[in-house]
């Protein structure tokens, strides 16, 4: 296996680069070659072990955002915090939402809960508490 400078070995011996290659050279091996047969088996195996560690991949980004969620759900909220962070937070999802645009075109948003407190939003960021 020869690497170019720059390029990293993979667990299954091929760097990104050279997989793609491969994949890309199989089309041009006359069929009738064992050469061929040879290409398109590893070209199979590159496509099987990248679906692999796509999976895991992504699997890995769900499970730290999990955790993230988590680790804001026990917190409070501060001024400055966006909307979709204060979802997440000890605060959680509200009971209603009252939605306006003024004039100037900013989106102001009333969060309101059941024990009575208030959340203010302009475009999406927390401006305002009210207990």
């Known amino acids: 296996m020869v690497l170019r400078f720059g390029e990293r070995p993979k667990k299954n011996g091929y760097a990104p680069e050279q997989a793609n290659r491969i994949r890309t050279h199989v089309g041009f091996i006359p069929k009738e070659t064992p050469e061929f ?19 895991k991949q992504a699997e890995a980004a769900k499970e730290a955002e999990r955790k993230l969620h988590a680790a804001w759900r026990k917190e409070g909220v501060r001024i400055g915090m966006p909307a979709e962070r204060v979802r997440y937070s000890s605060w959680g999802r ?13 989106r102001h948003e009333q969060w309101c809960y059941s024990s009575g407190s208030f959340l203010y939003f302009e475009d999406g960021i927390l401006t305002g508490i009210q207990n």
């Open 94 to 106: 509200p009971d209603h939402i009252n939605r306006s645009v003024y004039r100037d075109g900013v």
């Open 37 to 55: 047969s040879k290409a398109a088996a590893l070209a199979g195996q590159i496509g099987s072990l990248k679906k692999v560690a796509d999976a």
